[in-house]
């Protein structure tokens, strides 16, 4: 995984967490790599990987199991919210990305029914 600079790895590797748990890669239940095998897996320090770990369960999208683990949440509700957090977090950055493009909002949304119509064809 590379990193960006200009934001903190533990955010990232949360954001890619969140994102696997979002799109169903990981589901419910699934257990979370342990931190020192993470950690390997990422180039990171493990401090990094517990880090994120105490924040999504902070959040209460994982819990941990003291000896077996930490978990992902087998709350579907939460999950769902999750799904719909990161689809506007996208939708945000694509909005500011378009406007900072100098489209405005009518603009945008013609491109995307076009978009849309153009992926109906397919």
């Known amino acids: 995984m590379e990193f960006n600079s ?7 590797i949360m954001n890619v967490i969140k994102t696997k748990i979002a799109s169903g890669e990981w589901s419910g239940g699934d257990k979370l790599p342990s931190v020192r095998e993470f950690s390997k897996q ?15 369960e902070r959040e209460e999208l994982v819990f941990t199991q003291r000896g077996m683990g930490t ?8 999950i769902k919210e999750l799904k719909k957090d990161r689809a506007t977090s996208l939708m945000d950055l ?29």
């Open 6 to 12: 200009n934001l903190p790895i533990y955010i990232q």
């Open 42 to 56: 990422l180039k990171v320090n493990p401090n990094t990987i517990q880090r994120v770990y105490q924040e999504l």
């Open 71 to 78: 978990f992902i949440t087998e709350d579907a509700e939460m």
């Open 94 to 122: 694509f909005f500011q990305d378009m406007q900072s493009l100098g489209f405005s909002k009518e603009e945008i949304k013609q491109l995307i029914t076009e978009r849309i119509d153009k992926e109906e064809k397919k």
